[in-house]
């Protein structure tokens, strides 16, 4: 049996279905996200919610220019996406591997990791030297397939927090 799902570049045509995975999901949901872990501390930050804040800056980051973004395909239907840009430094192109989702009832089928290699090798081939893709420690799923696709570790960061009003 063949891959039941097809990869290609997305196009402005995808983003309402790649804004909505974002959406309704849950593809963000279980404290996988610092702004998720910020609001359960502190409260609701801004006007929107940490989850409509996710989807909002993964909608303006997928329709930046100089971001590739691919979607996959299912039956007709997105069944998900990845996105990634290429930084320039001095001395060198970082590619980061920058958002990526599938619809929980298209998981484990190998989505997820052949759109981030489609993004790698964009990247690559756009004349990347280093790739990069950051996780929350939360995310074993991401991180073991990250670690599956050759990314290798390289520190954890920490957030602290704390109320204002509590500054002594």
């Given amino acids: ?59 303006e980051h997928i329709r930046k220019p100089g971001v590739v973004c691919f979607a996959a395909e299912v039956d007709g239907k997105i069944a998900g996406y990845a996105a990634g840009e290429k930084k320039k430094t001095r001395q060198t192109e970082l590619g980061q591997i920058s958002y990526n989702a599938v619809l929980p009832e298209y998981r484990g089928r190998g989505i997820g990791r052949e759109l981030v290699k489609h993004v790698m090798r964009n990247l690559s081939n756009s004349g990347a030297r280093v790739l990069y893709v950051v996780t929350i420690d939360k995310d074993q799923p991401a991180a073991a397939m990250y670690e599956k696709l050759g990314f290798e570790k390289l520190t954890s960061h920490r957030y602290y927090t704390m109320d204002s009003k509590d500054i002594p």
Avoid at 25 to 37: A, I, K, M, P, Q
């Fill in 1 to 59: 049996m063949g891959k039941e799902f097809t990869i290609r570049q997305a196009t402005k045509a995808d983003f309402a279905a790649i804004d909505e995975i974002n959406r309704s999901s849950g593809c963000w949901d279980g404290e996988l996200t610092s702004h998720e872990l910020l609001e359960k501390r502190h409260g609701k930050i801004d006007a929107l919610d940490w989850a409509q804040q996710m989807t909002k800056a993964v909608a």
